[in-house]
Protein backbone atom coordinates (compact mmCIF):
# COMPACT_ATOMS: atom_id res chain seq x y z
CA UNK A 1 0.00 0.00 0.00
CA UNK A 2 2.58 2.34 0.44
CA UNK A 3 3.54 2.59 -3.19
CA UNK A 4 0.05 3.30 -4.00
CA UNK A 5 0.35 6.46 -1.41
CA UNK A 6 3.63 7.38 -3.13
CA UNK A 7 2.28 6.81 -6.56
CA UNK A 8 -1.11 9.15 -5.91
CA UNK A 9 1.14 11.76 -4.04
CA UNK A 10 3.10 11.92 -7.21
CA UNK A 11 0.22 12.21 -9.40
CA UNK A 12 -1.71 14.97 -7.17
CA UNK A 13 -0.98 18.18 -5.86
CA UNK A 14 -1.98 19.13 -2.74
CA UNK A 15 -2.79 22.92 -3.70
CA UNK A 16 -5.34 21.25 -6.72
CA UNK A 17 -6.66 18.52 -4.23
CA UNK A 18 -6.92 21.00 -1.43
CA UNK A 19 -8.62 23.61 -3.99
CA UNK A 20 -11.15 22.17 -4.88
CA UNK A 21 -12.81 22.19 -1.35
CA UNK A 22 -10.81 25.91 -0.17
CA UNK A 23 -10.30 28.69 -1.71
CA UNK A 24 -6.57 29.31 -1.45
CA UNK A 25 -4.30 31.85 -1.70
CA UNK A 26 -1.01 32.09 -2.71
CA UNK A 27 1.50 33.64 0.45
CA UNK A 28 5.05 33.45 -0.33
CA UNK A 29 6.31 29.89 -1.09
CA UNK A 30 3.27 29.11 0.82
CA UNK A 31 -0.85 28.74 0.52
CA UNK A 32 -3.64 30.11 2.51
CA UNK A 33 -7.29 29.73 3.39
CA UNK A 34 -9.30 29.84 6.21
CA UNK A 35 -9.83 26.78 7.71
CA UNK A 36 -12.66 24.24 7.10
CA UNK A 37 -12.19 22.59 10.08
CA UNK A 38 -12.80 25.63 12.41
CA UNK A 39 -14.54 28.44 12.33
CA UNK A 40 -12.19 31.69 11.86
CA UNK A 41 -12.40 35.37 10.29
CA UNK A 42 -9.16 35.21 9.10
CA UNK A 43 -6.69 32.72 7.80
CA UNK A 44 -4.72 30.35 9.74
CA UNK A 45 -4.48 27.69 7.24
CA UNK A 46 -2.04 26.83 5.45
CA UNK A 47 -0.41 24.97 2.56
CA UNK A 48 2.98 23.82 1.77
CA UNK A 49 3.25 23.02 -1.94
CA UNK A 50 6.90 22.27 -1.63
CA UNK A 51 6.35 19.65 1.49
CA UNK A 52 2.84 18.75 0.11
CA UNK A 53 0.91 18.86 3.45
CA UNK A 54 -1.37 21.39 5.35
CA UNK A 55 -1.37 22.69 9.04
CA UNK A 56 -3.91 24.94 10.85
CA UNK A 57 -2.35 27.41 13.50
CA UNK A 58 -5.96 27.69 14.53
CA UNK A 59 -6.98 23.90 15.59
CA UNK A 60 -3.49 22.83 14.98
CA UNK A 61 -4.74 20.05 12.65
CA UNK A 62 -2.83 19.07 9.51
CA UNK A 63 -1.64 16.28 7.30
CA UNK A 64 -1.36 15.76 3.76
CA UNK A 65 -4.06 15.15 1.20
CA UNK A 66 -5.13 11.48 2.47
CA UNK A 67 -5.67 13.57 6.12
CA UNK A 68 -7.61 16.69 4.35
CA UNK A 69 -10.09 14.35 2.61
CA UNK A 70 -10.42 12.26 5.39
CA UNK A 71 -11.59 15.02 7.86
CA UNK A 72 -13.32 16.73 5.43
CA UNK A 73 -15.63 14.08 4.05
CA UNK A 74 -15.87 11.69 7.34
CA UNK A 75 -13.78 9.31 5.69
CA UNK A 76 -12.13 6.01 6.79
CA UNK A 77 -8.03 6.01 5.48
CA UNK A 78 -9.04 3.16 3.34
CA UNK A 79 -11.85 5.10 1.65
CA UNK A 80 -9.79 8.49 1.35
CA UNK A 81 -7.35 6.22 -0.64
CA UNK A 82 -9.92 4.94 -3.01
CA UNK A 83 -11.62 8.55 -3.69
CA UNK A 84 -7.50 10.21 -4.78
CA UNK A 85 -6.34 6.93 -5.99
CA UNK A 86 -9.53 7.48 -8.76
CA UNK A 87 -8.78 10.91 -9.01
CA UNK A 88 -5.02 10.28 -9.69
CA UNK A 89 -6.13 7.74 -12.27
CA UNK A 90 -3.96 4.98 -9.81
CA UNK A 91 -5.22 1.37 -9.89
CA UNK A 92 -4.72 0.41 -6.31
CA UNK A 93 -2.66 -2.94 -5.86
CA UNK A 94 -4.39 -4.58 -2.79
CA UNK A 95 -7.20 -4.00 -4.60
CA UNK A 96 -9.42 -7.24 -4.81
CA UNK A 97 -12.01 -7.54 -7.40
CA UNK A 98 -13.13 -10.60 -5.78
CA UNK A 99 -13.72 -9.35 -2.63
CA UNK A 100 -14.41 -5.92 -3.42
CA UNK A 101 -17.42 -7.52 -5.77
CA UNK A 102 -18.61 -10.06 -2.81
CA UNK A 103 -18.92 -6.81 -0.28
CA UNK A 104 -20.91 -4.59 -3.17
CA UNK A 105 -23.12 -7.46 -3.45
CA UNK A 106 -24.07 -7.30 0.19
CA UNK A 107 -24.74 -3.78 0.26
CA UNK A 108 -26.61 -4.20 -2.96
CA UNK A 109 -28.77 -6.87 -0.57
CA UNK A 110 -29.14 -4.69 2.88
CA UNK A 111 -29.99 -1.79 0.21
CA UNK A 112 -33.08 -4.07 -1.63
CA UNK A 113 -33.94 -5.64 1.65
CA UNK A 114 -34.79 -1.95 3.38
CA UNK A 115 -36.64 -1.25 -0.40
CA UNK A 116 -38.56 -4.50 0.79
CA UNK A 117 -38.99 -3.46 3.82
CA UNK A 118 -40.22 0.05 3.04
CA UNK A 119 -42.73 -1.28 0.34
CA UNK A 120 -44.30 -3.83 3.16
CA UNK A 121 -44.74 -0.67 5.33
CA UNK A 122 -46.18 1.68 2.60
CA UNK A 123 -48.43 -0.77 0.32
CA UNK A 124 -48.24 -3.82 2.17
CA UNK A 125 -49.08 -5.50 5.71
CA UNK A 126 -48.05 -2.84 7.79
CA UNK A 127 -50.46 -0.14 5.43
CA UNK A 128 -52.84 0.12 8.59
CA UNK A 129 -51.26 -1.43 11.83
CA UNK A 130 -47.93 -0.21 11.73
CA UNK A 131 -48.19 2.98 10.20
CA UNK A 132 -50.42 4.30 12.46
CA UNK A 133 -48.69 3.20 15.49
CA UNK A 134 -46.02 5.05 14.04
CA UNK A 135 -47.90 7.77 13.04
CA UNK A 136 -49.46 7.61 17.17
CA UNK A 137 -46.07 7.59 18.09
CA UNK A 138 -45.72 11.15 16.73
CA UNK A 139 -43.80 10.85 13.58
CA UNK A 140 -45.06 12.63 10.46
CA UNK A 141 -45.05 10.43 7.17
CA UNK A 142 -42.00 12.29 5.70
CA UNK A 143 -39.61 12.02 9.13
CA UNK A 144 -40.64 7.85 8.43
CA UNK A 145 -39.60 7.91 4.52
CA UNK A 146 -36.34 10.28 5.74
CA UNK A 147 -34.85 7.29 8.02
CA UNK A 148 -36.87 5.23 5.67
CA UNK A 149 -38.63 2.71 8.73
CA UNK A 150 -40.15 -0.62 7.05
CA UNK A 151 -42.00 -3.39 8.25
CA UNK A 152 -41.19 -7.21 8.45
CA UNK A 153 -44.57 -8.98 7.38
CA UNK A 154 -45.47 -12.01 9.57
CA UNK A 155 -44.08 -15.26 8.23
CA UNK A 156 -41.08 -17.39 7.75
CA UNK A 157 -39.35 -16.62 4.12
CA UNK A 158 -40.28 -13.15 2.96
CA UNK A 159 -37.36 -11.20 2.62
CA UNK A 160 -35.68 -14.84 1.40
CA UNK A 161 -37.74 -15.75 -1.38
CA UNK A 162 -37.82 -11.80 -2.29
CA UNK A 163 -34.18 -12.00 -2.61
CA UNK A 164 -33.46 -15.38 -4.77
CA UNK A 165 -36.07 -14.19 -6.91
CA UNK A 166 -33.64 -11.41 -8.09
CA UNK A 167 -30.62 -13.65 -8.33
CA UNK A 168 -29.09 -13.84 -5.06
CA UNK A 169 -27.69 -16.90 -3.75
CA UNK A 170 -28.40 -18.06 -0.01
CA UNK A 171 -25.27 -17.83 0.97
CA UNK A 172 -24.68 -13.98 0.34
CA UNK A 173 -28.16 -13.16 1.46
CA UNK A 174 -26.98 -15.09 4.81
CA UNK A 175 -24.09 -13.26 4.99
CA UNK A 176 -25.79 -9.61 5.38
CA UNK A 177 -27.48 -11.36 9.11
CA UNK A 178 -30.84 -11.32 7.33
CA UNK A 179 -31.44 -14.95 7.80
CA UNK A 180 -31.26 -17.32 10.54
CA UNK A 181 -29.80 -20.91 10.04
CA UNK A 182 -31.46 -23.45 11.29
CA UNK A 183 -28.54 -25.69 13.62
CA UNK A 184 -27.90 -28.98 11.28
CA UNK A 185 -30.33 -30.07 8.38
CA UNK A 186 -32.79 -31.27 9.56
CA UNK A 187 -35.67 -31.91 6.82
CA UNK A 188 -38.28 -32.63 9.92
CA UNK A 189 -37.29 -28.71 11.09
CA UNK A 190 -39.01 -27.69 7.57
CA UNK A 191 -42.52 -28.98 8.35
CA UNK A 192 -42.36 -26.72 11.12
CA UNK A 193 -41.99 -23.77 8.61
CA UNK A 194 -43.93 -24.70 5.47
CA UNK A 195 -42.84 -23.53 2.55
CA UNK A 196 -45.03 -20.87 0.91
CA UNK A 197 -46.68 -20.68 -1.95
CA UNK A 198 -44.17 -18.82 -3.74
CA UNK A 199 -41.80 -21.85 -3.44
CA UNK A 200 -42.80 -23.63 -6.49
CA UNK A 201 -41.32 -21.09 -8.98
CA UNK A 202 -37.98 -21.05 -7.53
CA UNK A 203 -35.49 -23.05 -8.59
CA UNK A 204 -35.97 -26.52 -7.33
CA UNK A 205 -32.21 -26.60 -6.56
CA UNK A 206 -32.99 -24.05 -3.51
CA UNK A 207 -35.69 -26.27 -2.29
CA UNK A 208 -33.37 -28.61 0.12
CA UNK A 209 -31.42 -26.17 0.90
CA UNK A 210 -33.99 -23.23 1.31
CA UNK A 211 -35.63 -25.02 3.84
CA UNK A 212 -32.38 -24.60 6.34
CA UNK A 213 -33.05 -20.90 6.23
CA UNK A 214 -35.66 -18.61 7.64
CA UNK A 215 -35.92 -14.95 7.79
CA UNK A 216 -34.31 -13.31 11.06
CA UNK A 217 -36.75 -10.07 11.16
CA UNK A 218 -40.41 -11.20 11.45
CA UNK A 219 -43.43 -9.18 12.03
CA UNK A 220 -41.31 -6.21 13.32
CA UNK A 221 -40.78 -2.55 12.74
CA UNK A 222 -37.35 -1.91 10.59
CA UNK A 223 -34.68 0.39 11.30
CA UNK A 224 -32.08 0.79 8.74
CA UNK A 225 -28.69 1.30 10.28
CA UNK A 226 -26.15 3.18 8.25
CA UNK A 227 -22.87 4.02 8.56
CA UNK A 228 -21.32 7.68 8.28
CA UNK A 229 -21.99 7.82 4.67
CA UNK A 230 -25.39 6.37 4.28
CA UNK A 231 -25.01 2.99 3.52
CA UNK A 232 -27.22 0.26 4.74
CA UNK A 233 -25.44 -1.91 7.28
CA UNK A 234 -27.42 -3.41 8.97
CA UNK A 235 -31.23 -3.29 10.88
CA UNK A 236 -32.30 -2.97 14.51
CA UNK A 237 -35.76 -4.06 14.32
CA UNK A 238 -38.77 -4.05 16.84
CA UNK A 239 -41.35 -5.85 17.82
CA UNK A 240 -44.41 -4.61 15.95
CA UNK A 241 -47.42 -3.24 18.59
CA UNK A 242 -49.80 -6.31 19.00
CA UNK A 243 -46.86 -9.14 17.82
CA UNK A 244 -45.59 -11.87 19.74
CA UNK A 245 -44.30 -10.18 23.06
CA UNK A 246 -42.99 -12.72 24.51
CA UNK A 247 -39.91 -12.07 22.08
CA UNK A 248 -37.05 -9.65 22.59
CA UNK A 249 -38.28 -5.79 21.91
CA UNK A 250 -35.41 -5.27 19.84
CA UNK A 251 -33.43 -7.72 17.73
CA UNK A 252 -30.46 -6.49 15.46
CA UNK A 253 -28.07 -7.61 12.70
CA UNK A 254 -25.64 -10.26 14.42
CA UNK A 255 -22.04 -9.21 13.34
CA UNK A 256 -20.86 -9.85 9.83
CA UNK A 257 -18.89 -8.80 7.13
CA UNK A 258 -20.14 -5.04 6.95
CA UNK A 259 -22.05 -4.50 10.50
CA UNK A 260 -19.83 -4.60 13.63
CA UNK A 261 -22.09 -2.87 16.76
CA UNK A 262 -19.61 -1.52 18.40
CA UNK A 263 -19.03 0.92 15.76
CA UNK A 264 -22.37 1.69 14.78
CA UNK A 265 -23.60 5.03 16.14
CA UNK A 266 -27.26 5.17 14.94
CA UNK A 267 -28.31 8.34 12.29
CA UNK A 268 -24.55 9.70 11.82
CA UNK A 269 -25.24 10.11 8.39
CA UNK A 270 -28.06 12.24 9.14
CA UNK A 271 -26.43 14.03 11.93
CA UNK A 272 -22.64 14.55 10.99
CA UNK A 273 -22.99 18.37 9.49
CA UNK A 274 -25.45 19.08 12.28
CA UNK A 275 -22.62 17.52 14.26
CA UNK A 276 -19.61 19.93 13.20
CA UNK A 277 -21.76 23.04 12.58
CA UNK A 278 -23.17 22.87 16.18
CA UNK A 279 -19.56 21.61 17.36
CA UNK A 280 -20.85 19.13 19.68
CA UNK A 281 -23.21 15.70 19.49
CA UNK A 282 -26.78 14.75 21.09
CA UNK A 283 -26.29 11.04 22.63
CA UNK A 284 -29.58 9.72 23.49
CA UNK A 285 -30.73 6.17 23.64
CA UNK A 286 -32.68 4.53 20.90
CA UNK A 287 -33.48 4.79 17.65
CA UNK A 288 -36.80 6.74 18.30
CA UNK A 289 -34.88 9.06 20.36
CA UNK A 290 -32.91 10.02 17.50
CA UNK A 291 -35.87 10.79 14.97
CA UNK A 292 -38.24 12.32 17.07
CA UNK A 293 -35.41 14.52 17.75
CA UNK A 294 -34.69 15.07 14.74
CA UNK A 295 -38.67 15.78 13.76
CA UNK A 296 -38.39 18.59 15.86
CA UNK A 297 -34.93 20.48 14.57
CA UNK A 298 -32.68 18.58 17.45
CA UNK A 299 -30.15 16.86 14.36
CA UNK A 300 -26.83 16.67 15.80
CA UNK A 301 -28.19 13.53 17.59
CA UNK A 302 -26.84 9.98 17.36
CA UNK A 303 -27.56 6.63 19.88
CA UNK A 304 -25.78 3.53 20.01
CA UNK A 305 -27.69 0.50 19.03
CA UNK A 306 -27.81 -1.96 21.56
CA UNK A 307 -24.64 -1.77 23.64
CA UNK A 308 -23.06 0.50 25.75
CA UNK A 309 -21.01 3.56 24.38
CA UNK A 310 -17.64 1.69 23.22
CA UNK A 311 -14.59 3.36 22.99
CA UNK A 312 -14.81 2.61 19.03
CA UNK A 313 -17.64 4.58 19.19
CA UNK A 314 -16.00 7.33 20.73
CA UNK A 315 -13.34 7.18 18.58
CA UNK A 316 -15.68 7.69 15.85
CA UNK A 317 -17.54 10.85 17.29
CA UNK A 318 -14.32 12.27 17.97
CA UNK A 319 -13.73 13.20 14.26
CA UNK A 320 -16.54 15.12 14.36
CA UNK A 321 -16.67 17.16 17.35
CA UNK A 322 -14.50 17.03 21.47
CA UNK A 323 -18.10 17.90 23.18
CA UNK A 324 -20.52 15.81 23.95
CA UNK A 325 -24.40 15.42 25.27
CA UNK A 326 -25.84 12.67 26.92
CA UNK A 327 -29.17 12.24 28.22
CA UNK A 328 -29.78 10.87 32.09
CA UNK A 329 -31.50 8.16 32.58
CA UNK A 330 -33.12 8.65 35.90
CA UNK A 331 -33.98 4.63 36.94
CA UNK A 332 -30.58 2.99 38.95
CA UNK A 333 -29.87 0.70 36.13
CA UNK A 334 -29.96 3.44 33.58
CA UNK A 335 -27.67 5.47 35.76
CA UNK A 336 -24.97 2.94 36.51
CA UNK A 337 -24.82 2.65 32.22
CA UNK A 338 -24.99 6.30 31.92
CA UNK A 339 -22.30 7.09 34.91
CA UNK A 340 -19.87 4.33 32.90
CA UNK A 341 -20.53 5.99 29.82
CA UNK A 342 -19.81 9.51 30.72
CA UNK A 343 -16.60 8.36 32.38
CA UNK A 344 -15.45 6.63 29.45
CA UNK A 345 -15.99 9.89 27.39
CA UNK A 346 -14.52 11.51 29.86
CA UNK A 347 -10.95 9.09 30.20
CA UNK A 348 -11.08 9.85 26.53
CA UNK A 349 -10.85 13.26 26.30
CA UNK A 350 -14.66 14.36 25.37
CA UNK A 351 -16.48 17.23 27.54
CA UNK A 352 -19.37 15.74 28.88
CA UNK A 353 -22.59 17.93 29.45
CA UNK A 354 -25.35 15.96 31.05
CA UNK A 355 -29.12 16.74 30.26
CA UNK A 356 -31.57 16.00 32.05
CA UNK A 357 -35.26 14.46 31.44
CA UNK A 358 -38.37 14.24 33.70
CA UNK A 359 -38.70 10.83 35.61
CA UNK A 360 -40.02 8.41 33.21
CA UNK A 361 -39.50 10.16 29.88
CA UNK A 362 -37.84 9.15 27.35
CA UNK A 363 -36.24 12.05 24.55
CA UNK A 364 -38.99 10.67 21.88
CA UNK A 365 -41.66 11.18 24.70
CA UNK A 366 -40.47 15.08 25.31
CA UNK A 367 -39.91 15.66 21.57
CA UNK A 368 -43.21 14.50 20.88
CA UNK A 369 -45.11 16.32 24.20
CA UNK A 370 -43.42 19.25 24.62
CA UNK A 371 -40.26 19.93 21.88
CA UNK A 372 -39.92 23.48 23.08
CA UNK A 373 -38.86 21.73 26.77
CA UNK A 374 -36.51 19.29 25.06
CA UNK A 375 -35.05 22.22 23.46
CA UNK A 376 -34.28 24.00 26.48
CA UNK A 377 -32.93 20.99 28.73
CA UNK A 378 -30.24 20.30 25.64
CA UNK A 379 -29.32 24.14 26.05
CA UNK A 380 -29.22 23.90 29.58
CA UNK A 381 -27.62 20.84 29.71
CA UNK A 382 -24.60 20.77 32.97
CA UNK A 383 -21.52 19.62 32.37
CA UNK A 384 -21.11 15.97 33.67
CA UNK A 385 -18.45 17.03 37.45
CA UNK A 386 -21.28 19.90 37.96
CA UNK A 387 -24.43 17.68 37.46
CA UNK A 388 -23.11 14.65 39.47
CA UNK A 389 -22.13 17.44 42.14
CA UNK A 390 -25.43 18.53 42.64
CA UNK A 391 -27.16 15.14 42.40
CA UNK A 392 -24.76 13.59 45.18
CA UNK A 393 -25.71 16.96 47.15
CA UNK A 394 -29.52 15.91 46.76
CA UNK A 395 -29.18 12.51 47.70
CA UNK A 396 -27.59 12.66 50.73
CA UNK A 397 -27.38 14.90 54.25
CA UNK A 398 -23.99 16.76 54.03
CA UNK A 399 -24.56 17.67 58.14
CA UNK A 400 -23.62 13.86 59.01
CA UNK A 401 -20.02 11.83 58.67
CA UNK A 402 -22.23 9.35 56.92
CA UNK A 403 -23.54 11.87 54.45
CA UNK A 404 -20.30 13.23 53.96
CA UNK A 405 -18.48 10.01 53.53
CA UNK A 406 -20.86 8.86 50.57
CA UNK A 407 -20.58 12.45 48.92
CA UNK A 408 -16.98 12.06 48.76
CA UNK A 409 -17.06 8.34 47.34
CA UNK A 410 -19.69 9.15 45.06
CA UNK A 411 -17.60 12.43 43.82
CA UNK A 412 -14.52 11.64 43.96
CA UNK A 413 -14.86 8.33 41.70
CA UNK A 414 -15.32 11.13 38.86
CA UNK A 415 -12.70 13.19 39.87
CA UNK A 416 -10.36 10.43 39.56
CA UNK A 417 -11.25 10.26 35.85
CA UNK A 418 -10.81 13.73 34.41
CA UNK A 419 -7.65 14.38 32.54
CA UNK A 420 -7.49 17.86 33.52
CA UNK A 421 -5.78 18.56 36.99
CA UNK A 422 -6.79 22.06 37.38
CA UNK A 423 -10.51 21.00 36.72
CA UNK A 424 -9.48 17.87 38.85
CA UNK A 425 -8.31 20.64 41.95
CA UNK A 426 -11.19 23.01 41.12
CA UNK A 427 -13.40 19.77 42.55
CA UNK A 428 -11.34 18.89 45.42
CA UNK A 429 -11.69 22.71 46.51
CA UNK A 430 -15.58 22.88 45.75
CA UNK A 431 -16.31 19.33 47.45
CA UNK A 432 -13.67 20.78 50.96
CA UNK A 433 -15.66 23.93 50.90
CA UNK A 434 -19.38 22.43 50.87
CA UNK A 435 -18.67 19.73 53.03
CA UNK A 436 -15.82 21.26 55.50
CA UNK A 437 -13.02 19.10 54.93
CA UNK A 438 -9.71 19.61 54.11
CA UNK A 439 -8.35 19.54 50.87
CA UNK A 440 -5.41 17.41 52.25
CA UNK A 441 -7.77 14.82 53.46
CA UNK A 442 -9.61 14.84 49.86
CA UNK A 443 -6.30 14.30 47.89
CA UNK A 444 -5.18 11.21 49.81
CA UNK A 445 -9.23 9.84 49.21
CA UNK A 446 -8.77 10.44 45.80
CA UNK A 447 -5.42 8.87 45.47
CA UNK A 448 -7.17 5.84 47.21
CA UNK A 449 -10.50 5.97 44.87
CA UNK A 450 -8.70 6.55 41.75
CA UNK A 451 -6.74 3.34 41.70
CA UNK A 452 -9.85 1.42 43.20
CA UNK A 453 -12.18 2.83 40.39
CA UNK A 454 -9.88 2.67 37.67
CA UNK A 455 -9.48 -0.98 37.89
CA UNK A 456 -13.31 -0.84 37.32
CA UNK A 457 -12.84 0.70 34.01
CA UNK A 458 -12.53 -0.86 31.05
CA UNK A 459 -8.90 -2.11 30.43
CA UNK A 460 -8.58 -0.61 27.30
CA UNK A 461 -9.20 2.78 28.96
CA UNK A 462 -7.26 1.58 31.96
CA UNK A 463 -4.45 0.97 29.97
CA UNK A 464 -4.57 4.67 28.57
CA UNK A 465 -4.98 6.13 32.05
CA UNK A 466 -1.72 4.53 34.03
CA UNK A 467 0.51 5.69 30.93
CA UNK A 468 -0.63 9.21 30.42
CA UNK A 469 -0.92 10.66 33.88
CA UNK A 470 2.53 9.89 35.03
CA UNK A 471 4.53 10.58 31.68
CA UNK A 472 2.11 13.81 30.59
CA UNK A 473 5.49 16.20 31.44
CA UNK A 474 7.84 13.36 29.79
CA UNK A 475 5.22 12.67 26.93
CA UNK A 476 5.22 17.22 25.74
CA UNK A 477 8.95 17.11 26.58
CA UNK A 478 9.35 14.38 23.87
CA UNK A 479 7.01 15.90 21.07
CA UNK A 480 8.82 19.46 21.24
CA UNK A 481 12.41 16.57 21.14
CA UNK A 482 10.80 15.52 18.07
CA UNK A 483 9.32 18.23 16.50
CA UNK A 484 13.43 19.67 16.59
CA UNK A 485 14.53 16.34 15.00
CA UNK A 486 12.00 16.43 12.52
CA UNK A 487 12.97 19.59 10.98
CA UNK A 488 17.01 19.55 11.63
CA UNK A 489 18.47 16.28 10.12
CA UNK A 490 21.72 17.13 12.36
CA UNK A 491 19.56 17.04 15.72
CA UNK A 492 18.10 13.89 14.48
CA UNK A 493 21.45 12.24 13.86
CA UNK A 494 22.94 13.43 17.14
CA UNK A 495 19.39 12.80 19.15
CA UNK A 496 19.38 9.20 17.86
CA UNK A 497 22.52 8.53 18.68
CA UNK A 498 22.10 10.02 22.52
CA UNK A 499 18.93 8.91 22.96
CA UNK A 500 20.05 4.98 22.72
CA UNK A 501 22.73 5.54 25.57
CA UNK A 502 19.40 6.55 27.82
CA UNK A 503 16.93 4.28 29.19
CA UNK A 504 13.94 6.64 28.58
CA UNK A 505 11.89 4.09 28.17
CA UNK A 506 9.05 6.45 25.95
CA UNK A 507 5.93 4.50 24.58
CA UNK A 508 5.91 6.36 21.54
CA UNK A 509 4.99 4.18 17.78
CA UNK A 510 6.34 7.93 16.34
CA UNK A 511 9.15 8.31 17.82
CA UNK A 512 10.41 4.77 17.79
CA UNK A 513 10.16 4.83 14.11
CA UNK A 514 11.75 7.91 13.87
CA UNK A 515 15.12 6.12 15.32
CA UNK A 516 14.51 3.02 13.41
CA UNK A 517 14.33 5.10 10.20
CA UNK A 518 16.42 8.20 10.45
CA UNK A 519 19.72 6.79 8.92
CA UNK A 520 17.93 4.88 5.89
CA UNK A 521 15.48 8.18 5.73
CA UNK A 522 19.34 9.81 5.81
CA UNK A 523 17.59 12.28 8.48
CA UNK A 524 15.29 13.79 5.81
CA UNK A 525 11.60 14.76 6.70
CA UNK A 526 9.98 14.15 3.21
CA UNK A 527 11.62 10.87 2.99
CA UNK A 528 10.60 9.96 6.46
CA UNK A 529 7.27 10.59 5.17
CA UNK A 530 7.22 8.73 2.46
CA UNK A 531 8.74 5.50 4.26
CA UNK A 532 5.56 5.20 7.03
CA UNK A 533 3.38 6.36 4.22
CA UNK A 534 0.82 3.78 5.30
CA UNK A 535 0.65 4.50 9.17
CA UNK A 536 -1.69 7.77 8.41
CA UNK A 537 -2.26 8.68 11.85
CA UNK A 538 1.40 8.27 12.62
CA UNK A 539 1.76 10.33 9.32
CA UNK A 540 -0.45 12.54 10.46
CA UNK A 541 0.98 12.79 13.70
CA UNK A 542 4.63 13.66 12.36
CA UNK A 543 3.72 16.09 10.02
CA UNK A 544 1.79 18.08 13.01
CA UNK A 545 4.42 17.52 15.25
CA UNK A 546 6.55 18.69 12.21
CA UNK A 547 4.47 22.44 11.23
CA UNK A 548 4.55 23.04 14.35
CA UNK A 549 8.07 23.83 15.03
CA UNK A 550 8.81 24.81 11.68
CA UNK A 551 5.95 27.78 11.35
CA UNK A 552 4.56 29.96 12.89
CA UNK A 553 1.59 33.34 12.19
CA UNK A 554 3.30 36.49 12.40
CA UNK A 555 1.33 39.41 13.80
CA UNK A 556 -0.28 39.94 10.07
CA UNK A 557 -1.29 36.39 10.31
CA UNK A 558 1.61 35.61 7.77
CA UNK A 559 2.73 32.51 8.10
CA UNK A 560 6.72 32.44 8.76
CA UNK A 561 8.94 29.72 8.72
CA UNK A 562 10.60 29.80 12.79
CA UNK A 563 14.53 30.11 12.71
CA UNK A 564 16.11 28.62 15.90
CA UNK A 565 19.29 30.31 15.91
CA UNK A 566 20.61 27.25 17.80
CA UNK A 567 18.69 24.22 17.42
CA UNK A 568 21.26 22.39 19.57
CA UNK A 569 21.33 24.83 21.95
CA UNK A 570 17.52 23.68 22.91
CA UNK A 571 18.28 20.13 22.27
CA UNK A 572 20.24 19.82 24.94
CA UNK A 573 17.57 21.82 27.37
CA UNK A 574 14.93 19.87 26.03
CA UNK A 575 17.22 16.90 26.37
CA UNK A 576 18.14 17.16 30.09
CA UNK A 577 14.57 17.84 31.23
CA UNK A 578 13.59 14.34 30.07
CA UNK A 579 16.37 13.27 31.38
CA UNK A 580 15.39 15.19 35.05
CA UNK A 581 11.96 13.32 34.47
CA UNK A 582 12.65 9.68 33.82
CA UNK A 583 14.90 9.89 37.36
CA UNK A 584 11.97 11.51 39.23
CA UNK A 585 9.73 8.35 37.51
CA UNK A 586 12.54 6.21 38.65
CA UNK A 587 12.26 7.52 42.23
CA UNK A 588 8.41 7.20 42.35
CA UNK A 589 8.78 3.53 41.49
CA UNK A 590 11.46 3.12 44.01
CA UNK A 591 9.69 4.54 46.87
CA UNK A 592 6.51 2.38 45.98
CA UNK A 593 8.89 -0.35 46.02
CA UNK A 594 10.31 0.54 49.55
CA UNK A 595 7.03 0.89 50.90
CA UNK A 596 6.32 -2.80 50.12
CA UNK A 597 9.45 -3.69 51.27
CA UNK A 598 8.93 -1.82 54.63
CA UNK A 599 5.47 -3.60 54.81
CA UNK A 600 6.77 -7.34 53.92
CA UNK A 601 10.11 -6.66 56.20
CA UNK A 602 12.77 -7.24 53.98
CA UNK A 603 15.51 -5.83 55.33
CA UNK A 604 18.25 -6.41 52.52
CA UNK A 605 15.54 -4.86 49.71
CA UNK A 606 15.09 -2.06 51.89
CA UNK A 607 19.13 -1.19 52.25
CA UNK A 608 19.33 -1.53 48.48
CA UNK A 609 16.70 0.53 47.76
CA UNK A 610 18.07 3.43 50.06
CA UNK A 611 21.35 2.87 47.78
CA UNK A 612 19.27 3.06 44.68
CA UNK A 613 17.31 6.11 45.84
CA UNK A 614 20.52 8.34 47.01
CA UNK A 615 22.33 7.79 43.91
CA UNK A 616 19.12 8.70 41.29
CA UNK A 617 18.56 11.45 43.57
CA UNK A 618 22.21 12.62 43.37
CA UNK A 619 21.84 12.54 39.90
CA UNK A 620 18.89 14.44 39.18
CA UNK A 621 20.58 17.20 40.97
CA UNK A 622 23.56 17.51 39.23
CA UNK A 623 20.85 17.29 36.16
CA UNK A 624 19.35 20.76 38.01
CA UNK A 625 22.69 22.12 38.72
CA UNK A 626 23.82 22.02 35.06
CA UNK A 627 20.71 24.77 34.43
ZN1 LIG B 1 -8.42 25.12 11.83
Redesign the pocket.
Known sequence: MGNDIEEIKAKLNIVDVLGEYIKLDKAGANWRAL????N?KSP??MVSEEKQFWH??????SGDIFGFVMEMEGLEFREALKVLAEKAGVKLQNYSPQKEEEKNRALEILELAVKFYEVQLWKGEGKEKILNYLRERGLKDETIKEFRLGYAPKGWRNILEFLIKRGYKIEEINKTGLLVQKSGPSPVASTRHPLSKGEEEINPNYKLQITNYYDRFRDRIIFPIADFSGRVLGYSARVAPGGDESQAKYVNTPETESYHKSRVLYGLDKAKAEIKKQGSVLLVEGNMDVIASHQVGIKNVVAVSGTALTEDQINIIKRYTKNIQMFFDMDSAGENATKKSVKLCLANGLAVKIVSLLQGKDAADMAKENPKELEKNVVEALPAMEYFFQKTFKKFDKNNLEGKKKITEELLETVAILENEVEKNYWIKKIGEDLDISEKALTDELKKISLKDKSKLISNTLDNLKTQEPIAKKEMLLQELMGLMLVYPTIWKEASKRIREENFNFKNELFDLMLENGEKTNFDFASFINEIGDKIEINQKAQNIFSQKKYRLDLNNNVEEINLPDPMDEFENYFREIKKESKKEELDRISNDLKIAEKSGDKEAKIFLCQESGRITKELHELEEKK
Open positions: CPFHESFCFGCQK
